[in-house]
Nanobody, 114 residues
Framework: QVQLVESGGGLVQPGGSLRLSCAAS????????LDWYRQAPGKEREFVAR??????RYGDSLWGRFTISRDNAKNTVYLQMNSLKPEDTAVYYC?????????WGQGTQVTVSS
């Protein structure tokens, strides 16, 4: 069992920044993949960013505004979000894969509004 806990969400004005954190705990052996998804009400869950080893991927619509990073010693993945737009408003979920098993966090709300 692996637990994922997101934090760092909140209300931010357009153009602002937030840094999300996702801490993994439990029976951790090899978290090969850590990534972020987001979902707005009534919309499908959307891929945001992924880190697998030293390889990083981002959603096509992010225009370089988001940066994913990982602290292996802390089993924590981060998502730095800059130049936030109202359309970034969503619940952001942390996801991990270990030995072919998927784990999801509970989500953290990000609201971008004036």
């Amino acid at each position: 069992q692996v637990q994922l806990v997101e934090s760092g969400g909140g209300l931010v004005q357009p153009g602002g920044s937030l840094r999300l954190s996702c801490a993994a705990s439990g029976r951790i052996f090899s978290l090969n993949t850590l990534d972020w998804y987001r979902q707005a009400p009534g919309k499908e869950r959307e891929f945001v960013a992924r880190v697998n080893g030293g390889i990083k991927r981002y959603g096509d619509s992010l225009w370089g505004r988001f940066t994913i990073s990982r602290d292996n010693a802390k089993n924590t993945v981060y998502l730095q979000m800059n130049s936030l737009k109202p359309e970034d408003t969503a619940v952001y979920y942390c996801h991990a894969n270990q030995m072919g098993v998927d784990y999801w966090g509970q989500g953290t709300q990000v609201t971008v509004s004036s």
